[in-house]
């Protein structure tokens, strides 16, 4: 299946600074990725469609100011959690497809964030 | 209600036993469907992906579908406790955005 990279894969950072997180297609291009944040014990909870070359997409109750989703290029989206609280503490993983109909998506390994 | 109901488990199995798990959905536009398998701490891996109504078979793994009675199910043959993990449903429309079950979590028991 195609590969989807993520990085950092752990980040411990302090409070009010921000954190980027990068999503990476490895073999394909994608231009639409998802960012999900997960609570342990729980599903995914989609947060944002990141879009190339334009807006991203945000699920109600996202904060658009807080999460900023930017998707550069076909292979590569970034979410930036700006000034960061002890409550943004998650794991966050994006997924995306190589397109077309059925939108099969692959998933990255996840990034762990921590915030003191 | 959510789109997609799946029971959280957890479930419990001897390893070699069949494991079965099920996912109802509630909205008819939804034409794909997906099983991922998640490992504690990792990212969602893909294990099947079905269009149609009927049987899709990868190894030990059997997907179907059954679009008349909105129900999707996974089959594990012959259980390892590798399969130890929590398995995800998850379905989408043409081109939208996957909605997913809980996740139910699965234990295989030497």
């Known amino acids: 299946g195609a590969v989807v990279s993520q990085h950092p894969s752990w980040v411990i950072c302090k409070s009010g600074t921000s954190v980027k997180i990068e999503c990476r297609s490895l073999?394909?291009?994608?231009?639409?990725m998802f960012w999900y944040r997960q609570f342990p014990k729980q599903s995914l909870m989609l947060m944002a469609t990141s879009n190339e070359g334009s807006k991203a997409t945000y699920e109600q109750g996202v904060e658009k100011d807080k999460f900023l989703i930017n998707h550069a290029s076909l292979t590569l989206s970034t979410l930036t959690v700006t000034s960061a609280h002890p409550e943004d503490s998650s794991f966050y993983i994006c997924?995306?497809?190589?397109?077309?109909?059925?939108?099969?998506?692959?998933f990255g390994p996840g990034t762990r964030l921590t915030v003191l | 209600q959510k789109e997609v109901e799946q029971d959280p488990g957890p479930l419990s199995v001897p390893e070699g036993a069949i494991v079965s798990l099920n996912c109802t959905y509630s909205n008819s536009a939804f034409q794909y469907f997906m099983w991922y398998r998640q490992y504690s701490r990792k990212g969602p891996e893909l294990l099947m992906y079905t269009y149609s109504s009927g049987n899709k078979e990868d190894g030990r793994f059997t997907a179907q579908v059954d679009k008349s009675s909105k129900y999707i199910s996974l089959f594990i043959r012959d259980s390892q406790p590798s399969d130890s993990a929590t398995y995800l449903c998850a379905t989408t429309d043409s081109w939208g955005k996957l909605q997913f079950g809980a996740g139910t979590q699965v234990v295989v028991t030497p």
């Open positions: 997924s995306a497809g190589p397109g077309g109909q059925g939108n099969e998506q692959f």
């Open positions: 073999d394909f291009q994608a231009t639409t």
